[in-house]
Nanobody, 120 residues
Framework: QVQLVESGGGLVQPGGSLKLSCAAS????????MGWYRQAPGKQRELVASITSRGSVNLVNYVDPVRGRFTISRDNAKNAMYLQMNMLKLEDTAVYYC???????????WGKGTLVTVFS
């Protein structure tokens, strides 16, 4: 049974930081592109960042609104992915979801999400 479990969400003021974690089980973690998505109230779910392992190298991708503020990482030994979020803004408020997509593109799994609220 595949499980993706997010944690680390919470309340933070603008300029603050949070670190999200995603624990994966039931998949061959190394063979999956891992991604963080977010969905703000009234908006569609959107990609935030993704990370793919290619041997000892990780290929990362960020969307423009978070580049330079967020850092995605993964620990293949622990089947875990992280998102360090710094300099948070009001517009970063959303439910953040963990996604695992097999590099073949055939399988894709979602976590249930963790809420990040940036308030002033």
């Amino acid at each position: 049974q595949v499980q993706l479990v997010e944690s680390g969400g919470g309340l933070v003021q603008p300029g603050g930081s949070l670190k999200l974690s995603c624990a994966a089980s039931g998949i061959g973690f190394n063979f999956y592109t891992m991604g963080w998505y977010r969905q703000a109230p009234g908006k569609q779910r959107e990609l935030v960042a993704s990370i793919t392992s290619r041997g000892s190298v990780n290929l990362v991708n960020y969307v423009d609104p978070v580049r330079g503020r967020f850092t995605i990482s993964r620990d293949n030994a622990k089947n875990a992915m992280y998102l360090q979020m710094n300099m948070l803004k009001l517009e970063d408020t959303a439910v953040y979801y963990c996604n695992a997509k097999h590099t073949s593109g055939v399988e894709s799994y979602w976590g249930k999400g963790t809420l990040v609220t940036v308030f002033s």
